[in-house]
């Protein structure tokens, strides 16, 4: 799967940032969609994905390191300020703050949940 890399519009948009990475819709319409231009939550965040052609687990699991993940998933991570929506693809971090990146950007605690193509 290509991902172009998307830079968060400002501080609150990490989240739309990821799904406009992940779908290819541009963030300002995401945000749009979303009706949301701030801090996302994961409800949001699930609705977006499954509605733009993909499967999303429900189930949250924890990563102490990049050999944990999956080809492609939804990262939140705890970093110093705060916490953070970034994406994960086939060994390549996306992190709409940080850039494209070979492993997690400084956080103290990573979560993921797995995505698919829906087929």
Known sequence: MLINYVHEPDDLQCGQAVLAM???IPVDEVARRL???RETDLREMK????ENGFAMSNERR???SKADLPPL????LETPRCWHWSLYCSG?????EHGVMDDFP???RKFYWKIEPQK
């Open 106 to 108: 400084v956080c103290a």
């Open 73 to 76: 998933c939804l990262l939140s």
């Open 22 to 24: 992940l779908t290819g």
């Open 62 to 64: 924890s990563a102490a």
């Open 92 to 96: 390549t971090f996306y992190d709409p």
């Open 47 to 50: 609705g977006f994905i499954r």
């Open 35 to 37: 009706d949301n231009t």
